[in-house]
């Protein structure tokens, strides 16, 4: 079946460096990767979407790769900062109807 | 605000009640999904709406009966929900159905914090 993992459940760093965050899926070929944030008690938000043709993509201090023969995509926030904390949701387009699949997401502290 | 709306916020209901969900996109957009997030689960794809049809039922039990009456709304109406139904349910739109491939980055309402007794 299709799987999608997300490196780990959390993640620490402090202000001013890089996060990098892991989405690995297995037992399908999304064309399309999503990656969405979501803050507590609220729903997710929209941020990028990589096709599987581009290698990378980036939106300010936000960038994403999409590595199709490793099945894995990387999201990087540089010059982090405490209001990027948050959960990071990574979401390969694709599935079986060609629906979202979502990952449990990576919970973001960005320390001062 | 991200252009769509859901209420209640929050809703505590018993096991024998009846319930609706409401969601509202103010964004023209021509599908609406609704999910479950349950606590350390990823998000659970339940039901997708393209233009007032229905176009998938994720093996919901019948307990939750989805109605689209319009493009811009969205209803969930609960009946005899059980403990482990409680979680957050949000509803999304996006402009493209998911399904017919394509971009379809999906817009999340806040959701509603269901609590079942």
């Known amino acids: 079946s299709q799987k999608i993992e997300q490196n780990s459940e959390a993640l620490n760093i402090q202000e001013g460096k890089t996060a990098t965050l892991t989405c690995n899926y297995t037992n399908y070929s999304p064309a399309y990767l999503q990656w969405y944030r979501q803050d507590p008690g609220r729903g997710p938000v929209f941020l990028l979407l990589i096709r599987e043709n581009e290698k990378e993509k980036r939106k300010e201090r936000l960038k994403v790769t999409f590595d199709t023969t490793l099945k894995q995509s990387l999201f990087h926030i540089t010059a982090s900062q405490p209001a990027d904390s948050a959960t990071y949701l990574c979401a390969p387009q694709g599935g079986s109807q060609g629906n979202l699949i979502f990952g449990k997401g990576t919970k973001l502290s960005v320390k001062p | 605000e991200t252009g769509v709306t859901q209420t209640p916020r929050h809703l505590v209901m018993g096991m024998t009640n009846k319930k609706s969900l409401k969601c509202e996109q103010h964004l023209g957009h021509n599908a609406m999904y609704w999910y479950k997030q349950s606590a350390k689960k990823p998000l659970e794809l339940m039901f997708v709406y393209s233009l007032e049809e229905r176009v998938e039922n994720n093996s919901v039990p019948s307990r939750f009966s989805p109605e689209c009456p319009n493009s811009s709304h969205l209803f969930l109406h609960l009946h005899t929900l059980q403990p482990e139904d409680s979680a957050l349910y949000l509803c999304?739109?996006?402009?493209?159905?998911?399904?017919?491939?394509?971009?379809?980055?999906?817009?999340f309402g806040p959701g509603t914090r269901l609590t079942v007794t």
């Open positions: 999304a739109s996006s402009q493209r159905l998911c399904q017919r491939g394509g971009l379809c980055e999906q817009y």
